[in-house]
Structures are given as structure tokens and as C-alpha cells.
């Protein structure tokens, strides 16, 4: 099957609706409501086949519902998939694109008091509720790319018990290099607003266009309200740093670097969870604007010397636009349940 956008999926598309409990907790007021678009492959209305499970958890500012959408000049991933199946190059499989995104502009992944519990809402509830809806074989793999290549890392060191295998592309870590740098413009920013949090939300919301310094400036409060949360404070969010001098708060920002993958992989129970996966799969661009692929490379190397088996791979490329890396990943994932 040649890769153009002409192609129709071949598969359907159906979406659910879960009322989740995992995401009550939330303090930014969005919904618990989600929902979840399932793309079926074809042939599976009309056998009783039974597939793998695949959950796409997507990068800051995205939906799963983005990657089900027509695109110019690059295929979604329903007809990515079909393409790779055609090609032989993998088996069929149900993929889940849940919608997570929040007021922040998005999400880690993980359970917070202020974002909400989203690591129980994808585990817990999500798949189940999935597994008794479809024909499912109780392999799973979670995979994305920037915050949904933390995630599925991060899952991989704390949910073996539900994931089979992970795939993270140009996944957030080392802290230091790829936060710390960014506060002294998130306080610039909010000394407009007096320092004011809310105010500099609010105005983000009611812009006509989030410019790129806002966009860039409400990732790293999404990250506080993810990593370092306060449900006392606007947003749930505090910064670990002194708004007149830039200096570290040092405890909270510990709180955040117990959250990064360089430092969680050195735990017993990071180290467990990852030795039970069947398959780990880590990419990055070695022209990644963010420096991601520093800290990639400081995860490949602590996988070595810990002796757990993985895939690790670098590209020459930025963190842009990268889609066409999951050509490597999706089949690595299905051999490796399979």
C-alpha cells in the first residue's frame, strides 16, 4: 500500500464515553467525562479474532482524537497502521486514542491532586472498560511521543502490571536540562501579571492564538501542576523557584526530579516494572531543540549497566514532525507481544 493521505482507513472508528472517578480530584475544573476514539481493523467486524491493545497517549496541546484527523501530505495513524500491516511489517491490532487533554494545555500522564489521577484513569479504568467492550487478548502496549513519551516511560516503570510493552519517542527527561533553564521567562511572563497565576491562565484562555512564548510558558506550569502540585494554589500550581531572584526552592524542585525517568529508573521498583516488560522501545532526535537527547542517551546507558533489555535509537532529526518514527516503534511493539 503506497503511504499518501488518498488512503481511507480501512478499519472503523468508534468512540466511548467514560465517567471517570479517577479525575474527580481535578482542581482546574475540566471534565470527567471522557472520551476515547477506538480504531478497529479491518476485518474485525467480521471474525472473532482477538487483538492486541495499542494506546496512543499524545505530546503537550494534543488530543488522541488529533491523530485520527485527515492531515496534508502525511498519513493519520489508522492509515499508518494499515500501511504496516500491508507491508507485513506487523499484525492487526485495536488502537485507543484517549482524549486527555486539560485547561494547562496538557498532560504527563501521571496522578496529580491538582491535574487529576490520570495514570488511574488510563490503567484502571480506561482498560477495562476497553476489555469489555472489544475483542481484546490482554497484550498491551502503551506508546507517544514528548509528554506521551514520558508517559508511556514513566508507565513502564510503575504499571507493568497492565502494560506489555512501551514506546517513548523523544520523551521528557534529565530535569535539569530540559526544565531548568526555562523559569527565568516563565517569571518574566508572569511579572505582567504581577506574579498573579491565574491571571496569566485566564488571559492564555481568552486570547483569540496562544502565541509561542504563552504556549511555551503554560507548558512549564502544567509541568508544576503535574510533578509538584498544590490544590491550594491557583491551578493547583507553585513554582519551584523564588519569583524576584530565579533560585531553586530546593525541596520542591526535588519533588519534580522524583518524576524524572534518569532518576526513577535508579529505584527497585522502576528497575522491576521495566525487567517484567516484554518490550521497551526509546527513540530521540539528535537535533531535538528541547535537549531531550541528552537525557535519553543517560537512560540508555543506566538500561545497559542495569542489564534490562531495550531498543534505543537516535535519528537525525528535531522533535518536530516526527510521526514517521512510529514506522520503527509499532511493529517493535507487536513482535514483542507477540
Not at 145 to 168: E, L, N
Not at 253 to 279: F, I, S
Not at 286 to 295: A, R
Request: with cysteine; glycine share 8%; net charge negative.
Amino acid at each position: 500500500m503506497p503511504k499518501h493521505p488518498f488512503n481511507r482507513p480501512r478499519g472503523r472508528i468508534e468512540t466511548m464515553t467514560i465517567e471517570s472517578k479517577a479525575l474527580m480530584n481535578n482542581v482546574l475544573g475540566d471534565p470527567v467525562e471522557r472520551s476515547v476514539a477506538v480504531y478497529l481493523p479491518e476485518g474485525y467486524d467480521g471474525s472473532t479474532e482477538t487483538y492486541p491493545l495499542f494506546v496512543d497517549i499524545v505530546g503537550f496541546t494534543g488530543s488522541g482524537f488529533k491523530h485520527i484527523g485527515w492531515s496534508a501530505f502525511q498519513e493519520n495513524l489508522p492509515q499508518q497502521i494499515d500501511r504496516l500491516i500491508a507491508e507485513e511489517k506487523m499484525g492487526p491490532v485495536v488502537i485507543a486514542f484517549p482524549d486527555c487533554f486539560t485547561s494547562l494545555g496538557g498532560n504527563q500522564y501521571v496522578n496529580s491532586s491538582a491535574m487529576g489521577n490520570w495514570e488511574d484513569f488510563l490503567c484502571d479504568e480506561m482498560v477495562p472498560e476497553l476489555e469489555s467492550s472489544f475483542r481484546l487478548n490482554g497484550n498491551r502496549a502503551i506508546f507517544g511521543k514528548s509528554s506521551g513519551g514520558y508517559g508511556a516511560i514513566v508507565h513502564g516503570m510503575r504499571r507493568s502490571d497492565v502494560w506489555g510493552a512501551i514506546a517513548c519517542h523523544s520523551g521528557d527527561m534529565d530535569f535539569d536540562i530540559c526544565y531548568r533553564s526555562d523559569f527565568p521567562g516563565v517569571l518574566r511572563a508572569l511579572a505582567n501579571y504581577d506574579f498573579n497565576i491565574r491571571a496569566f491562565v485566564d488571559k492564555v484562555h481568552a486570547g483569540k492564538k496562544v502565541l509561542g512564548g504563552d504556549f511555551h510558558n503554560l507548558m512549564i506550569l502544567a509541568m508544576a501542576a503535574s510533578y509538584d502540585p498544590d490544590p491550594s494554589e491557583p491551578f493547583g500550581i507553585r513554582l519551584p523557584v523564588e519569583t524576584d531572584t530565579c533560585e531553586m526552592i530546593e525541596d520542591r524542585w526535588q519533588n519534580w526530579l522524583a518524576w524524572d525517568p534518569v532518576r526513577m529508573v535508579d529505584t527497585p521498583e522502576a528497575q522491576h516494572c521495566l525487567k517484567n516488560l516484554k518490550g521497551i522501545f526509546i527513540d530521540c532526535g539528535t537535533k531535538d531543540q528541547y535537549n531531550l537527547v541528552f537525557g535519553a542517551r543517560q537512560l540508555n546507558r543506566k538500561l545497559q549497566l542495569l542489564g534490562i533489555d531495550h531498543r534505543y535509537e537516535e535519528f537525525p532529526d528535531t522533535h518536530s514532525t516526527i510521526d514517521y518514527r512510529m514506522d520503527v516503534s509499532l511493529p517493535f511493539l507487536y513482535e514483542a507481544l507477540s
